[in-house]
């Protein structure tokens, strides 16, 4: 496992950007597929994407194309997540995970940041 | 996308009697290497999902043995032999077999 720690909590307006960054510790990270996934207002579970250890590739659901921008900085064991045109829906607590490619879950999970859209 | 269904939504328990939570894909979870590729997370109030079991039964390490997952193909099922106080929260099953992956809408424990 790893330890994941993200960035603190926002607050945006509608069309506008967010990244929410994510640093790693462990050794395991760099063997590590890092996803995304978000949970809004008491709901489920939303798995947004992820990024291979390399940084390349990245893959997302089709919803969610040209607005989600996935990225990895090996020399500093940080992943982030930019989610551009933000509404009202994106309101969400937004995790970073991740887990070894073998198991096809996620073993590390961070803390969660609050990302809230409102005008 | 493959559809994950959790029932019940809503589960009340009494501490020390058991439970019994499913999950059922829209299609099979069974990945072209032969494992099957079907997770639980527990998620407590106010904290972030904590992996408990994956490729269908394999437990976490501190997982107690009292929590146990089983099936195959499309059903599943996580059970727990007596439950406890901290086994309160949101049970979530996610498939890892197909992309996108996904979640279940979860299924809700608490002490009745």
């Known amino acids: 496992q790893v330890q994941l720690v993200q960035s603190e909590s926002e607050v945006k307006v509608p069309g506008a950007s967010v990244t929410v960054s994510c640093k790693a510790s462990g050794y395991a990270f760099i063997t590590y597929y890092m996803h995304w996934v978000r949970q809004a207002p008491g709901g489920g579970l939303d798995w947004l994407g992820l990024?291979?250890?390399?940084?390349?590739?990245?893959l997302h659901p089709k919803k969610f194309k040209g607005r989600l921008i996935l990225t990895r900085d090996t020399t500093t064991s940080t992943v982030s997540m930019k989610l551009s045109g933000l509404t009202s829906e994106d309101t969400a607590i937004y995790y970073c995970?991740?887990?070894?490619?073998?198991?096809?879950?996620?073993?590390?999970w961070g803390q969660g940041t609050l990302i809230t859209v409102s005008s | 996308d493959v559809v994950m269904t959790q029932f019940p939504p809503s589960l009340p328990v009494t501490l020390g009697q058991p439970a019994s939570l499913s999950c059922n894909s829209s299609q099979s979870l069974v990945y072209s290497d032969g494992n099957t590729y079907l997770t639980w997370y527990h998620q407590r109030p106010g904290q972030s999902p904590r992996r408990l079991l994956y490729?269908?039964?394999i437990r976490d390490s501190g997982v107690p043995d009292r929590i146990s997952g089983s099936g195959s193909g499309t059903d599943f099922t996580l059970k727990i032999s007596r439950v406890e106080a901290e086994d309160v929260g949101i049970y979530h099953c996610?498939?890892?077999?197909?992309?996108?992956?996904?979640f279940g809408q979860g299924t809700k424990v608490e002490i009745k």
């Open positions: 990024i291979s250890p390399s940084g390349d590739p990245t």
């Open positions: 996610m498939q890892g077999a197909h992309w996108p992956w996904t």
């Open positions: 490729l269908v039964s």
């Open positions: 995970a991740g887990g070894p490619v073998a198991t096809r879950s996620l073993d590390s």
